[in-house]
């Protein structure tokens, strides 16, 4: 069984055959608790790599971490970053974190043609490929935002979910942030879960080995024995709307269409004392 949509996951030796194309665009997107991804990205990069940092193309007003942005902003931010209408835009991260959340956020202002590099920078390192620590100077491109609003919710719209259900709930945290059992990492939190929502951790999506996506075939048995009825739509949840964003991928390469984003996640909903929270 094929991926439904392969053109949003390209492989490293496409990249490196297709890195000098006129049209493609190389995003580091790195982000870690531990350290900011740009410390990660001035370390080393891929050639020609810009680096799209989360927490700076977001809405600074909300006091959650790392919130879409207005589309003005955006549009502003990867404009700089001579990111725009044409390009063929390639994003990796350092980890297992940011490369969908990226991914997902032009595709939420507009942006179809935007793919992950599959494996990441572990994978292009690993085969003796070229990174540098040299910072491109992008030249301007204009970026046409068009807001998607399907692709996400808001905490309003995931509270009236819950009774009804018409949305499946699928949390990807680990299984013991989920239970409840395992603290989280944002102090001030709650521990556990929303009533109804599903655990599938979005490790479990990846080749333990190589970071990798799963096969389609392999990656449908394991969002359909987490529970999930692919016939229904989801909404995915996580720590702060990033990781949740490897299972939007993940749907999308399923030819899955009725999948959003919780933005705030579990720092909103953990964070707060007038959601209900079960262990």
């Known amino acids: 069984m094929p991926y439904a949509n392969p053109n949003a996951l390209v492989s490293t030796e496409w990249l490196a055959a297709h890195h000098d194309a006129p049209d493609v665009r190389v995003v580091d997107a790195t982000f870690t608790l531990q350290h900011t991804g740009r410390q990660l990205y001035d370390q080393g990069h891929l050639p020609g790599a810009v680096h799209f940092d989360i927490d700076d193309i977001a809405d600074d007003t909300n006091p959650l971490p790392h919130m879409l942005p207005s589309p003005e902003k955006f549009s502003s931010r990867v404009r700089k970053l001579g990111l725009g209408d044409g390009s063929r835009i390639v994003i990796y991260n350092k980890g297992l974190s940011a490369a969908t959340r990226a991914w997902w956020m032009f595709r939420l202002f507009g942006h179809s043609d935007v793919a992950v590099l599959d494996g990441g920078f572990a994978k292009w390192e690993a085969e003796g490929r070229p990174t540098t620590t040299d910072v491109p100077t992008p030249r301007e491109r204009h970026f046409t935002a068009r807001m998607n609003t399907m692709l996400v919710r808001d905490l309003d719209q995931v509270r009236a979910n819950l009774p009804k259900g018409g949305e499946q709930v699928v949390d990807v945290r680990a299984a013991g942030r989920f239970a409840g059992t395992a603290p989280e990492p944002r102090p001030g939190l709650r521990s556990g879960h929303m009533p109804g929502a599903i655990n599938l951790p979005y490790e479990s999506l990846l080749d333990a080995k190589t970071q990798t996506l799963l096969p389609a075939d392999a990656l449908r048995q394991r969002i359909l024995g987490a529970g999930i009825d692919l016939a229904r739509p989801v909404i995915a949840s996580c720590g702060s709307g990033v990781t949740a964003c490897w299972l939007g ?23 707060r004392q007038d959601t209900p929270v079960v262990t």
């Open 249 to 271: 991928f993940a749907l999308h390469m399923l030819g899955h269409r009725d999948w959003a984003i919780y933005d705030g996640s579990w720092t909103e909903w953990g964070g």
